[in-house]
């Protein structure tokens, strides 16, 4: 599946992307009002122009026919402050990034429905400190935020076991 990648930006400006299966998906869940800054958490959001992104799915073939997975991009040309790298290299780094973030998830605890719960007693001192996931609504993010407490919201593309 193709995904699509927008930079969004809240009413405060903050900016970060959107992964959407299409743009009528975008479209769908910011009119039921399913987005939200990350940072801030406002359902003001809207998108900005952004240049097109690359699809990245061929490099998972490449691995599974036998690329190893730490291969350095083969330039194609030179990289410098002018011309950056090229798409290909582009696409290589977006997969690494995408590669080491699942990795990061399978290490943390996925604690589900009790997110919100959880973070807050180890935010406390009445858990033991490690890393977790799960699931929160916009108003128990928002509320551990007025606590002191930082969350970030995950894409479900990035947690293997919520595609399950």
Same mark, same amino acid.
């Given at each position: 599946? #193709?995904?699509?990648?927008?930079?969004?930006?809240?009413?405060? @400006? *903050?900016?970060?992307?959107?992964?959407?299966? #299409?743009?009528?998906?975008?479209?769908?869940?910011?009119?039921?009002?399913?987005?939200?800054?990350?940072?801030?958490? @406002?359902?003001?959001?809207?998108?900005?122009?952004?240049?097109?992104?690359?699809? /990245?799915?061929?490099?998972?073939?490449?691995?599974?026919? $036998?690329?190893?997975? *730490?291969?350095?991009?083969?330039?194609? *040309? @030179?990289?410098?402050?002018?011309?950056?790298?090229?798409?290909?290299?582009?696409?290589?780094?977006?997969?690494? /990034?995408? #590669?080491?973030?699942?990795?990061?998830?399978?290490?943390?605890?996925?604690? $589900?429905?009790?997110?919100?719960?959880?973070?807050?007693?180890?935010?406390? $001192? =009445? !858990?033991?400190?490690?890393?977790?996931?799960?699931? !929160?609504?916009?108003?128990?993010?928002?509320?551990?935020?007025? =606590?002191?407490?930082?969350?970030?919201?995950?894409?479900?593309?990035?947690?293997?076991?919520?595609?399950?």
């Amino acid at each position: 599946m #193709s995904l699509k990648v927008f930079d969004l930006q809240c009413e405060h @400006s *903050h900016v970060f992307e959107g992964w959407f299966a #299409s743009a009528d998906a975008y479209e769908s869940q910011k009119a039921q009002g399913l987005l939200s800054c990350p940072v801030c958490n @406002s359902t003001s959001v809207s998108r900005k122009v952004s240049a097109a992104r690359l699809n /990245v799915g061929h490099l998972k073939r490449e691995r599974l026919e $036998g690329a190893p997975a *730490h291969a350095a991009p083969a330039p194609t *040309h @030179s990289t410098n402050a002018e011309t950056g790298p090229s798409p290909e290299q582009l696409a290589r780094i977006q997969a690494e /990034v995408i #590669s080491h973030l699942r990795k990061a998830l399978k290490e943390t605890e996925n604690v $589900g429905k009790r997110f919100a719960e959880e973070s807050r007693r180890i935010h406390y $001192g =009445e !858990a033991e400190q490690r890393p977790i996931r799960g699931t !929160a609504t916009a108003e128990e993010r928002q509320e551990l935020a007025d =606590e002191g407490i930082s969350v970030l919201a995950i894409p479900d593309f990035l947690d293997d076991d919520r595609l399950q």
